[in-house]
């Protein structure tokens, strides 16, 4: 089933030294969009704007009936409709995921008329959206970065941390800054998008490598089990058939992406939605 993906608005720690630097720059920039010093919740402004997108952090694909959901700065959106439908209160969602049950996990700060703490921590959704429950964190982390896999979360505010249950958490030593994680959680394989290169873990987050080679993605998702979807800063879009070992470029998009998600189709084809910041998705289906 396809999983989740999270964007990190964090600024990264390294600099890729194989990178071209045109592409650099574009990921400078996406790495620089926000901080980890904590940032204000949206404002009574924001709330009245918050019947459109802005600042787009994550896409999500619902493996049962495709429907694409966007996680922004306005909160949680249908974008299956158009224009896309409002779902639930007003969240600046930095971080979000789901997990094999559909359950949804984020983090952020609350917006106007939202009950939260500020940064809302590890926040949960049982409903699609609809309310959000704390869980973990709460004043003490923005998760930028959000993941599932089989064995549990993976999060990224300012340092990488796993938990089993969402409530404890485990510091990871030696862990890339991302951009980006990307998880299933029918395993326990976790990509990192960085400006150095994809970063990966076979063991839930706890330990990470840095494979020599490949291109430098800056946003990436899981359509199922092995299947990962990717994007580079310049637009390119990638596929792995192997959990994110090797690539095969399967197309380009105009806009710089700030999200990317998709599903495999009965049939076997693969449809992606490259998502830039504003909301503007642009769809590719590969055979």
């Known amino acids: 089933m396809p999983s989740s993906l999270s964007l990190s608005r964090m600024p990264g720690t390294r600099r890729g030294i194989l990178v071209a630097a045109a592409a650099a720059t574009v990921l400078a920039l996406g790495l620089t969009g926000c901080s980890t010093a904590q940032s204000p919740a949206p404002s009574a402004d924001d709330a009245a704007a918050s019947e459109g997108l802005a600042h787009v952090h994550g896409a999500y694909t619902d493996p049962q009936n495709g429907t694409l959901l966007l996680a922004s700065h306005h909160g949680l959106f249908d974008a299956t409709t158009e224009p896309a439908a409002k779902i639930g209160p007003t969240i600046d969602l930095m971080g979000f995921t789901a997990d094999a049950n559909g359950t949804f996990y984020a983090s952020g700060h609350p917006g106007p008329g939202t009950d939260l703490p500020n940064p809302v921590g590890l926040i949960k959704s049982t409903d699609g959206g609809e309310s959000w429950t704390p869980l973990s964190r709460q004043g003490e982390s923005d998760f930028h970065a959000l993941t599932t896999t089989r064995g549990g979360i993976v999060g990224f505010d300012g340092r990488m941390r796993t938990s089993a249950d969402g409530l404890e958490w485990t510091l990871v030593a030696d862990a890339p800054a991302p951009y980006a994680l990307a998880g299933s959680p029918e395993h326990d394989v976790v990509l990192a998008t960085t400006e150095e290169g994809l970063w990966r873990s076979e063991d839930g987050g706890r330990t990470w490598t840095l494979p020599a080679g490949g291109p430098v993605m800056l946003t990436a998702a ?66």
């Open 222 to 287: 899981f359509i199922d089990n092995l299947t990962v979807a990717a994007v580079t800063p310049g637009g390119g879009v990638y596929v792995s058939d192997d959990a994110g070992k090797t690539w095969t470029k399967a197309g380009q998009v105009q806009r710089q992406p700030s999200a990317v998600t998709g599903m495999r189709a009965d049939e076997g084809q693969i449809t992606v939605w490259v998502v830039g910041a504003e909301g503007s998705t642009e769809r590719l289906d590969i055979p």
